[in-house]
């Protein structure tokens, strides 16, 4: 083969080069960041809750199964955030205000993990609690006492936390959505409150026809 | 001809797990040290394989321009948020990122530099220094944390990494408008 336009071809070549790269690179074009593709791995995985034991609010223990039957709303949090965690908390409020009385406590269970167990106790949980209007029961806040079992969560869910030299965290976060076999469905938006309560009632919706 | 050699040893050296360890573990120094001193030593190899190759590159990057395109893609395709996550976290990108750096980027573009007219040069620093502008725009104004192995205050120290490197390119370019290059040739 002899080409009359050798560095056009070669120019085409490192172009599609490119293309495919950036193709792969961002999963089809759909993510350009780690957590995008983090959280679009998530929903194609499915991965199940691990079954560690909580300790809530009010000091109770037990293991995630207590919830087996019921959806689970969650997030993960720790108390001395003074960033974004309380807006998590605010908005994951505005969700449980949104969805319709009857699928609370039955259908679907609200949870805040902190991950910081050390420093939140279930008093301080209690008193975090209060602070976002949470009733203690249908949305409970609780912590993983066992830093190995804890750790497996966040693995097994793509929470990333890194300290800092402040005491404080840097972690990524979003509305998690579990069902009642106890397997992750939903990896939602946290700042878009109206389509996560939109989308967790479909979901509860669809769930009791069947 | 040594250099090829200082290079095989400048990428043997950045490949060492302390030095790699150090430079990744602040998100500035990984993308604006670490990745140009990667593409550095490519420059010092070119040589090699321009000797070993002679014709491969006389033919296919005749005017330069294949080559310039090259360099181009591999260098935005490293400052994708995701990828320098994804170095930190996957074996195989952090293989490529070493591999493609020097190789895809360094090598081509030494091999292109000398082949190109000045339209190209100039073409090729303006697109950098827009780029340039857009990134640092992007990791200083943004309002999430687009890398979840950094913190966010090292998002912004980067973004000024890249707004200062383009203001350096302006520099560059004014200069290289007011002056003539030739007399010093």
């Known amino acids: 083969m002899f080409p009359k336009n050798r560095t056009a071809l070669s120019s085409l070549l490192v172009l599609m080069f490119g293309i495919v790269l950036f193709y792969i690179g961002t999963d089809g074009f759909k993510a350009f960041t780690a957590e995008t593709a983090r959280v679009n791995q998530l929903m194609d995985e499915k991965p199940q809750f691990p079954d560690v034991t909580l300790e809530d609010n009010n000091g109770k223990s037990y293991s995630f199964s207590e919830f087996e039957g019921k959806y689970v709303f969650i997030t993960f949090l720790y108390t001395s955030c003074g960033t974004v965690c309380p807006e998590l908390e605010v908005n994951m409020s505005e969700v449980y205000k949104r969805i319709p009385e009857e699928y609370i406590g039955h259908d679907i269970q609200f949870l805040s993990i902190s991950f910081d167990p050390e420093r939140d106790d279930p008093k301080t949980l209690d008193t975090y609690r209060k602070a976002f209007g949470s009733d203690g029961e249908t949305w409970r806040m609780a912590r993983i006492p066992e830093q190995q079992e804890l750790d497996s969560v966040l693995d097994r869910f793509g929470v990333i936390v890194i300290p800092d030299e402040y005491g404080n965290f840097a972690h990524n976060s979003a509305f998690y959505l579990v069902n009642p076999k106890g397997q992750l469905i939903e990896v939602m938006d946290y700042t878009l409150i109206e389509e996560a309560a939109d989308r967790v009632t479909e979901i509860l919706h669809s769930g009791r026809e069947e | ?185």
Not at chain 2, 26 to 46: C, D, E, K, R, W
Not at chain 2, 54 to 65: C, L, R, T
Not at chain 2, 82 to 91: K, N, P, Q
């Open chain 2, 1 to 185: 001809m040594k250099s090829p050699v200082y290079g095989l040893l400048l990428l043997l050296a950045l490949m060492l797990p302390p030095i790699s360890n150090l430079l990744e573990s602040i998100m500035i120094t990984h993308m604006h040290m670490q990745m140009p001193l990667l593409v550095v030593s490519g420059l010092f190899m070119a040589k090699f394989f321009q000797n070993r190759f002679p014709e491969f590159f006389s033919k296919w990057n005749e005017n330069g321009v294949p080559g310039l395109l090259l360099f181009s893609i591999i260098m935005m395709y490293w400052s994708l948020p995701r990828t320098m996550d994804e170095a930190l976290t996957l074996t195989s990108v952090e293989v490529f990122k070493f591999i493609s750096l020097p190789f895809l980027a360094g090598v081509p573009l030494r091999d292109s530099w000398p082949k190109l007219n000045s339209f190209w040069k100039h073409a090729l620093i303006i697109f950098f220094t827009i780029l340039f502008l857009a990134l640092g725009w992007l990791y200083i104004w943004s309002p999430v944390q687009l890398c979840n192995n950094y913190l966010v205050i090292e998002q912004i120290t980067l973004g000024w990494g890249f707004i200062s490197t383009a203001f350096a390119m302006v520099v560059y370019l004014i200069y290289s408008y007011f002056m003539d290059f030739s007399k010093y040739e």
